[in-house]
């Protein structure tokens, strides 16, 4: 969040490692045609596909265009692709293969004097988790990256899973940084480049109202919602081995504790802003054995109906084993252990074939003494305020009003402030806004090491736990299109509260 | 705002003294008009008009239709005027006149009969204020109060303005006092009727967020605002007398002044909240002279123009002195001297002749410390809570929010919870919700003696300093559709402030 200063001209070639991956034509790609079709993508650019198929730079382009077309829709720009796509080249190597690098090397060579890049890459692996240390290996072996002066910049773009555990991360991690520093290490989450999380800190640290209220004296519990309506889809390999827990809660869902809970930090630079959400991974409360039994709950979706659709059961999926003990969705109550936040329990709730596609942070008021007006009309509706990270984005809060009319009656009643309805091409996809910041060398919306370490130590105590007895015995089953097993549901109502549910 | 318990179905005898005046058909017909069109009127209920002018039962309804059925537009339920109206009789007699009185005692008892109202009386006292007292006095002469067990309740409603000073507020109250009981007695201020009004307790005590942020420590100064854009319209002779300070200050504002500020009542009994009220009231910072000349500005409208239509100046209103020195606009910084609003400016604004009708409580709220992304951005906007009482009726609330798109800016939002703008209808007229409440014998939306006798010594204050030299040479002018004089504008400059005003 870092203010840009645009003096300097950026320079860089993009070599993107799996450019015939879904990744890389559904994202990447519609995002450097919207950046290019709004004027931010710079002249000095150029990408570099690299995969394993057999593709002239015209057929990489082509094969490109009709994934393109449906990502971006109506806001297609043929002349913005146009000129994107003279600056797109394709070549095909195994990852294994230094001879492929090599020719790589002297492909960046030319184009560093073809569009002055002077030396700038980004390298972006796009690429299954199995690839990424072999490729940065043969990267340096092959002098491809060098990070000295004269020779420009070059970085890394890793995306997730960023390991499978606490061990293989920071294997991972020791490898990466042996060869690219920190400052020029990229660990993508593409939730942080949504418009609205951006946007929690801004709500939480430029507006009093907010900033009053925000700590265990005025909050009563906050939850963070992320549900899916889609199955496993095709990631069914990768799927098997994260399950909900390595797909989500340990970069998305714990991304949005940490700006939700975090303390305001001493500036808005990088550093300043990571070394707060770290701090609040080091407070989250310890899972103990008697916690996890009665605090996690992990479930798997069976047949049912989203939208009137009829679907089947997870272990029916394709590629799924038919006993798997995989989760595909996860309830959790957390705690994080310091002054602001003590008492206040943070419900994380993540699933897919559920009945929504939302992600959520609800923040849930205490009630008032039960004076007054809830002496006189029963209970009162608690205050609540909610942030929408998507699809809708925004914030609404729902607060109490007299009825209208005669009627004495208190109900609740819903302000609305929605950042996307009526300019939905307003908010840039995550991808535009992190490749830019990739470019600019701000990594503030990148996780750093010791966010990927303490997640990882928080996440490897509920993945411990559950050895293979346990990971069969602890499952459970909802049906699809619901709002997951009713062990979630249980969570909340012992502490007699409920999770809510934005439709809409 | 005490809980209606129905049990005991209400009877009683609507007297209007003023039949054929202008707010018994532009405000109470139309009221009483709605009532029957909702079955909110009671069964055993009937109205007497009372007037100067010669009219048969038969002819004073017809003449109440033309402007009931203007009043009320598009709601106008012909069957419900026909049930209505066959229970209105007109009674001519002059307010000096006994035998009026003695004939009025004899139909009041014959329609006990007919409409089974049981001694019930509402004597409703919508006349220039000099009758208040003999009507009140002949009332009790001729054995139409007696308030005795047997003989049902006798109450008695009085219209604004209730003195035009202390002394003589004082002594109008003495006289009704000797008369009619405080519980029997109900000073009207329609402003009380109205929704949001009778929101603000409810926006404050039944909601955690707002209840939380409602003090020094949160907020930075809270402006009550009520303007118009008719001028003096046909009430000269009234309005020279009265001028803005005692036809909106010293009721309407101050009653807002005083629901805005109060603590919160020990329960929502009448009393319990009326002495709230007063609380606040006896907390107003006195103003000194020296206060009076720098935290008052008193102001008239000059010509000018109203939506592209030229207005006279006040002094060429029809029945105005054309040297008059009579305030149209005032605008005032106040204090409440107590724990939670000890440093807070309250700014009291009202005019005819102005922009745009509204009136509005706006609440901004304390900057946060200059720092993150006041440091980065330039100094943000407050956040701003505004309580719509009208036209609009609602709450409002502007906010920080990251600026959409790749711009690191911040940009103020807003949040809108409007009451009447999708059922105009739902929301009540003021006088329909206060007349159900005298029929009900509810009076706290009535103000007490002691609320008018405090509102009455501050506003002396001012009355007092405004001697006839003084009230020459404190008037500036302003020209009609505008926001006012220049002063009021330097009277939030000087504290390096601006009024809000919120269009549309």
Known sequence: MRRLTQQQPIRAVLVIFGGTGDLTSRKLIPALHNLKAKGALPEHFAVVG???????????????????????????????????????????????????????????????????????????????????????????????????????????????????????ARRLNQKITAIFTEANTFRIDHYLGKEMIQNIMVLRFANPLFEAVWNNKHIDNIQISATETVGVETRAGYYEQAGALRDMLQNHLLQLLTLTGMEPPVSLATEAVRDEKVKVLRALRALTPERMAADVVRAQYDRGRIEDRRVAAYREEKGISPTSTTDTFLALKLGIDNFRWAGVPFYIRTGKRLRAKSTDIIIQFKNLPQILYAKEHGALQPDIL???????????????????????????????????????????EAYEKLLLDVMRGDSTLFTRWDEVEYSWKFVDQIAQAWGEEEKASSLTTYAAGTWGPAAANELLARDERDWWSVEG
Not at 86 to 115: P, S, W
Not at 386 to 415: C, H, L, T, W
């Open 50 to 168: 690299v995969g394993r198929r057999d593709l002239s730079d015209e057929g990489f382009r082509e094969s490109l265009y009709p994934t393109l077309s449906r990502a971006v829709g109506e806001n297609l720009r043929d002349d913005a692709w146009a000129r994107l796509k003279e600056r797109i080249v394709y070549r095909r190597f195994d990852f294994q293969d230094e001879q492929g690098y090599k020719g790589l090397r002297e492909l960046l060579e030319q184009m560093d004097e073809a569009y002055q890049t002077g030396g700038n890459r980004i390298y972006y692996l796009a690429v299954a988790p199995e690839h990424f240390e072999v490729i940065v290996d043969k990267l340096q072996a092959n002098g491809l990256v060098r990070n000295r002066d004269g020779w420009g910049w070059q970085r890394v773009v890793i995306e997730k899973p960023f390991g499978r555990d606490l061990t293989s």
């Open 386 to 428: 909610i942030i929408r990270i998507q699809p809708k984005e925004g914030v609404y809060f729902q607060f109490n009003a007299k009825k209208p009319g005669m009627d004495p009656g208190i109900s609740p009643v819903k302000m609305d402030f929605c950042q996307n309805c009526d300019f939905e091409s307003n908010s840039p």
